[in-house]
Every structure is written in C-alpha cells, then in structure tokens.
C-alpha cells in the first residue's frame, strides 16, 4: 500500500513549468510538471525520457484526443512525429476519460524518448492536444536544451 501511494504522488513532487501559448491562441494547460526540470530550458539528454504531466479543463467534449508534439529550432519545425502508439491521447489520461465532456478535468501523461540528430542546441517543444475535429484542446511550447547522452 505504501509503494502504491508513493507512485501515485510521484507525480506530484515535480514543480509546474511555466510554459508559453503557442502562435494561435490556443488554451494553455492549467499547470505542466516536468520531471526533473522546474525552468526553462529543461535538460534533456539523447536517448533520455521527456517525461510530464498536463493538468486542463476541457473546453468541449470531443469523443476522441489526438496528440501531437512538435520541435522548433527558431522559427524553423523540425521534422518529429510521437510514435504512432502514443498519438491517442485518451490512452494516456491518469484522470478524465474518453469521451471527454466540456469542463472535465484532465491529467495527461506524456513520456516518450527525446531524439534529436545532434546535441547541444536548444529547441522549442510545442505539445498540442486536439479534438476530434482537429481544434487544440491546449497548446503550449517551452524551451529544451538537448545534451549528449
């Protein structure tokens, strides 16, 4: 009982990031802890685990959840995509549901390795959640700086 409740308040030892909106105006989460980073830019090693919680209240119901995470070096995308196992959002809410309703609290959990073609740069990560029409649950974008493994 005691690991289990340990486990679950993990989670919670991680400070809230402040992140910034992205271009559009999209909501921003609620709060967004990083594990192991409390400002920007977090340091992410290659091959190392971007690992964060996102706290939001749905604005609107939508029957289904898509991830997308993006990285920007400047102004210019660099090509990424999450693995296909990770886009279904829904699959990865530690509270709320699929279907989800207007106003439902959600925490999404995302954990996915960083990869990048080389280190010592700093990139802009922009996480969106999109509902089943494609329109931005949340969208929000802080700085990493990529290290060597």
Same mark, same amino acid.
């Given at each position: ?22 271009? +559009? ?6 709060? /967004?802890?990083?594990?192991?980073? !409390? ?16 706290? =939001? /209240? ?5 029957? !289904? ?10 102004? =210019? ?18 509270? #709320? ?19 990048? @073609? =080389?280190? +010592? ?12 029409? #494609? +329109? ?8 990493? !700086?990529?290290? @060597?493994?």
């Amino acid at each position: 009982m005691k690991c289990l409740l340990i486990v679950a308040l993990l989670p919670a030892l991680a400070l809230g990031l402040a992140v910034r909106p992205c271009p +559009g105006g999209a909501p921003i989460p609620q709060d /967004v802890r990083v594990v192991g980073c !409390t400002a920007e830019p977090c340091i992410i090693p290659i091959g190392g685990m971007v690992d964060m919680d996102c706290d =939001f /209240v749905s604005p609107r119901a939508t029957a !289904t959840v898509s991830a997308v995470l993006s990285i920007f070096l400047g102004d =210019f995308q660099v090509p990424y995509e999450l693995p296909p196992n990770q886009r279904n959002a829904c699959l990865f809410f530690e509270a #709320g549901s699929c279907p989800v309703t207007q106003g439902e609290f959600i925490n999404y959990h995302l954990s996915t390795p960083a990869a990048a @073609p =080389f280190a +010592g740069i700093t990139v802009d990560l922009e996480l969106q959640l999109l509902d089943d029409n #494609g +329109g931005q649950l949340f969208c929000f974008r802080s700085s990493a !700086t990529i290290t @060597p493994a």
